[in-house]
């Protein structure tokens, strides 16, 4: 009997009984279910998704991929699992990644464990019994002891922006929903809004497609030219590098293969320019990641490799007006999410293409016919793509009805003040385990299967401490909450990501209280903090 015919034999009255309950089945999910399930525990993954893969079932939108290494998004907890997979490149695209999520998926059996098309609406926790009651949006009810979110951290899409866009007589859609049978767009007339990563991998790849292709440009990036070779038919180029990846990977600062090298100071003038050529041609996120530590907290030497990066867009993009357009002024290099690209800069010196300017004049609405600026102007259009970005760390989590103690919202509770217990709980919330939420390493600075790998153990080696001593109950105190939130804020306002505007701090979402959303003390100094808590009986979670 598996686990999901143990958990219905076990319904009482129409609610299902569950050990621990997982919401989402991409890199998180899928790990967390696996783990759960090795414990003899009676879990189930939930996802709205029609299969597994998280992000990377969501985002086909044309060009999605990679930015991280593909040989360093991998599970490294057991080496079949990633010998028996090969990548065909550097940075592959969605599909080829969605394949491999879904032979992770197979090959650890855990489909029978998932329950697909499905969204959890509410969970509500039940101070009498002790356990979560939640509700998916079919009627269903689950009791369960644990409940574990695992629904990443941008995956709750800004879809409803503009006023009209219900409208609209073409076609319009989020990067994020796109069509699983795709969309026809050759020889018509579209309208990107938005130059973020997801948008420049868009935007260099339908531009020698569509008729006419407009882009609608408010906030300029930071770009890096991504190279992307092909692998050999066998891997074996990085295959070989199994147990070094697995040693480095969770203790390197963003859980890249990479990590910073000398100091700026150590270096002449000279020197460092080398190194930033010698870097920015590696074709990966290593000048953003791995160059000089001291551009993350130091104004002046910001400014500089800044300089340099803008140099090297200048070089390419020729034309002052569109320099001007779109080379960033107003912020330093690192302190935004920095995007890879191949050939984006070079699009905008197509024929078919034009760059609006949404800087000084702002869309206004959508009208049936297209998009209007604010000036009254109107781009006419047969397709529009939004590329309009996330409520990324809190959305996936206040979109679902949780209630914890006395009913507390977690909704009401964020709306206010955004603050966990390490990523890993909040305090208010018992038997509520988190990843990929505020305060931990997520998606800033961060390899997201390194971060969420270390997350969803922890949470499985916290239950099994629950369990082997006897414990129902764990919760994050407010003492040892408030004094990580004060650790966090302390290394995030070193930063001179605290002093920018972002999605990194929820400055694209109105009212979202401010603060750094991820982690910035590193990874490795993270996973060594979790390592104490956990060894020390986790202190700072409170159980019964």
Not at 444 to 454: E, F, K, W, Y
């Amino acid at each position: 009997m598996n686990a999901v015919t143990e958990t219905r034999a076990a319904a009482k009255d129409g609610v299902e009984q569950l050990d621990a309950l997982v919401i989402g089945a991409g890199v998180a999910g899928l790990y967390q279910l696996y783990q759960l399930r090795k414990q003899g525990l009676k879990v189930r993954a939930y996802d709205n998704a029609s299969g597994p893969g998280g992000t990377w079932f969501w985002n086909r939108y044309p060009g999605a991929k990679f930015d991280s290494e593909s040989y360093i998004y991998q599970y490294l907890f057991d080496e079949d699992l990633y010998r028996n997979w090969t990548w065909s490149c550097r940075f592959p695209g969605q599909a080829e990644i969605e394949r491999w999520l879904t032979y992770v998926c197979d090959t650890l059996d855990l489909r029978k464990d998932i329950q697909f098309d499905t969204t959890i609406v509410s969970a509500h926790w039940n101070d009498d019994t002790r356990r979560w009651r939640v509700t998916t949006d079919t009627g269903a009810v689950i009791d369960t002891t644990f409940l574990v979110t695992c629904c990443g951290m941008l995956s709750a899409p800004l879809e409803k922006v503009f006023e009209g866009q219900e409208s609209f007589k073409g076609e319009i859609f989020h990067t994020s929903r796109w069509p699983r049978g795709g969309v026809e767009l050759a020889g018509k007339r579209v309208g990107v809004v938005g130059v973020g990563a997801t948008g420049i991998q868009v935007i260099q790849t339908i531009a020698d497609t569509v008729g006419h292709l407009t882009v609608f440009v408010r906030t300029p990036q930071y770009v890096l030219p991504m190279k992307n070779p092909a692998f050999d038919a066998k891997g074996d180029v990085y295959k070989k590098r199994f147990e070094e990846l697995r040693e480095v990977l969770p203790r390197t600062f963003t859980g890249f293969e990479y990590d910073f090298g000398p100091s700026w100071a150590e270096l002449s003038p000279a020197e460092r320019r080398a190194r930033l050529e010698d870097i920015h041609a590696d074709g990966s996120l290593k000048l953003w990641l791995a160059a000089f530590a001291e551009i993350f907290f130091f104004e002046d030497i910001n400014q500089e490799v800044s300089d340099f990066v803008r140099e090297k867009m200048r070089e390419r993009l020729v034309d002052e007006e569109l320099c001007d357009l779109l080379i960033p002024k107003d912020y330093g290099f690192g302190t935004h999410r920095v995007p890879l690209e191949m050939g984006y800069l070079e699009v905008y010196r197509r024929p078919n293409v034009t760059a609006v300017n949404c800087r000084d004049v702002p869309i206004a609405r959508v009208l049936p016919e297209g998009i209007e600026m604010s000036d009254g102007t109107v781009h006419e259009l047969d397709v529009i793509i939004l590329a309009t970005g996330f409520d990324a760390g809190t959305g996936a989590l206040t979109r679902i009805d949780i209630r914890g103690r006395d009913g507390i919202s977690m909704k009401e509770e964020w709306g206010k003040d955004i603050r966990t217990m390490m990523g890993l709980q909040v305090h208010g919330f018992p038997n509520l385990f988190t990843t990929a939420v505020p305060l931990a390493p997520s998606a800033a600075l961060c390899n997201m299967t390194t971060c969420l790998q270390q997350q969803t153990e922890w949470i499985a080696d916290c239950i099994q401490y629950m369990r082997a001593n006897g414990k129902t109950v764990c919760e994050a105190t407010a003492e040892a909450e408030a004094a990580w939130v004060a650790h966090h804020d302390e290394t995030a306002n070193a930063t001179l990501i605290s002093k920018t505007d972002s999605w990194y701090l929820g400055s694209n979402i109105p009212g979202k209280p401010r603060r750094v959303l991820s982690y910035t003390g590193g990874v490795g100094t993270y996973r060594q903090k979790c390592a104490e808590v956990a060894e020390a009986g986790y202190t700072g979670f409170a159980m019964q």
